[in-house]
Every structure is written in C-alpha cells, then in structure tokens.
Nanobody, 125 residues
Framework: VQLQAFGGGLVQAGGSLRLPCAVSGLPFGNSAIAWFRQAPGKEREGVACIVSDNDDTVYSDSVKGRFTIASDNAKNTVYLQMNNLKPEDTAVYYC???????????????????WGQGTQVTVSS
C-alpha cells in the first residue's frame, strides 16, 4: 500500500490550496481515505474523510464550510480543497487510508493503518 501526498506550500490568509493524495494497493472506492494535520506542539487532528463508494464524508468543525474532500476513482486520488485559509491551518498535513473502516471517520488516527508522507501547509497572516 502506498499513499503519496503533495501540494502543500506557503499561502496568504484567505488563499486556497489543493492537496492530492494518490492511493495504490487498496480497494479505493470502499476504503476510508482521510486527511489529518499536526501543528507544532499540538496533537494530530482529523480534518476530513471520504468513503467514495458511499459518498460519505465528514469534516472537523474547524474546517467545515472551508475545506472540501473529493475523490477521483479513475485516478485513485483524493483531493482536499482548502479555501479561505487561516494562519491556524498551518500544519503538516497527512493522508491516511484503511479498508477496514466502512464509514468516514476522523475521530481516531490510530484507526488508520496506512499513511502517506506529510506535506507542509503554511498560511501567513
């Protein structure tokens, strides 16, 4: 199983970024694919998750209305579209996947067996 996350960078507050996560080695459609993030000195927190076969998504309260998670089943890729970014969104973002999770979940990172490398997102004020 491989997850490749990329697309991070430096953006001003109010700007947008899109983070792709390419997944291989898992049944993409019925696996939970999630984004987590970890800011310096803070615990890793769930951001968004999708199970594309069920069209099932979930978002953390801190990003709801600003971030959108979507999947491209033909490319086995999940995208996190981040709009109206805030300085508090600054973190290393990780994508994670697990085919044992049948509904979208960001409650516990330990539920996920497979992780990609992180990608840094920095939002300047």
């Amino acid at each position: 199983v491989q997850l490749q996350a990329f697309g991070g960078g430096l953006v001003q507050a109010g700007g947008s970024l899109r983070l792709p996560c390419a997944v291989s080695g898992l049944p993409f459609g019925n696996s939970a694919i999630a984004w987590f993030r970890q800011a310096p000195g803070k615990e890793r927190e769930g951001v968004a998750c999708i199970v594309s076969d069920n069209d099932d998504t979930v978002y953390s309260d801190s990003v709801k209305g600003r971030f959108t998670i979507a999947s491209d089943n033909a490319k086995n890729t999940v995208y996190l579209q981040m709009n109206n970014l805030k300085p508090e969104d600054t973190a290393v973002y990780y994508c994670a996947a697990d085919n044992r999770i049948i509904s979208s979940s960001i409650r516990y990172d330990y539920q996920y067996d497979y992780w990609g490398q992180g990608t840094q997102v920095t939002v300047s004020s």
